[in-house]
């Protein structure tokens, strides 16, 4: 398991797009739990969808969203899921906002959520949180953000 701080070199902070592009659409392969986010597409149809206190999109619904419209997520945790997991297991496990944000600073790197293979975090318009559960993805992540750090050596720069 790898992760990856994007927090440095980009214009602003959370570009899924690009993000998307860089790690091949893979995104396109899962299901996505969205929570504790704060966005503003202008797309209404989007602001409905992303209404609440969390989402669940397939892959190819959340990547169409983001090649219409690249949004800016200020703030944001989304959980990637494979397509067989229901939202209603995904949803079994007692998970809040304030508490994945609060993990994310522990080591080892990990995923806050034990179901999912991907966690993407948007921190405060300021920084990307990229975690995956396969090396090469975050490898794949780190050549189209030469300047993304390694998460556990930034973690260890911060305690």
């Not at 959340?62 to 090649?67: A, D, G, K, R």
């Not at 494979?82 to 080591?107: C, N, T």
């Not at 034990?114 to 949180?129: G, N, R």
């Amino acid at each position: 398991m790898k992760g990856a701080m994007i927090d440095q070199g980009e214009p602003y902070f959370t570009h899924l797009k690009k993000i998307f592009h860089t790690i091949s659409h893979i995104e396109k392969n899962y299901n996505w739990l969205i929570l504790g986010h704060e966005c503003y597409p202008q797309n209404e149809e989007y602001k409905k969808i992303l209404a609440g206190d969390y989402c669940w999109l397939s892959g190819e619904l959340l990547t169409e969203m983001i090649e219409n419209e690249d949004f800016q997520w200020i703030w944001g945790i989304l959980f990637a899921f494979d397509r067989q997991v229901s939202k209603q297991e995904v949803l079994q496990y007692d998970i809040s906002g304030s508490a994945v944000y609060a993990d994310l600073w522990k080591k080892p790197v990990s995923i806050y959520h034990p179901s999912a293979h991907i966690e993407i975090v948007a921190w405060d318009s300021t920084a990307t949180i990229f975690i995956s559960e396969q090396d090469s993805v975050i490898d794949g992540l780190k050549k189209g953000y030469p300047l993304a750090e390694d998460l556990e050596a930034y973690i260890s720069t911060i305690q």
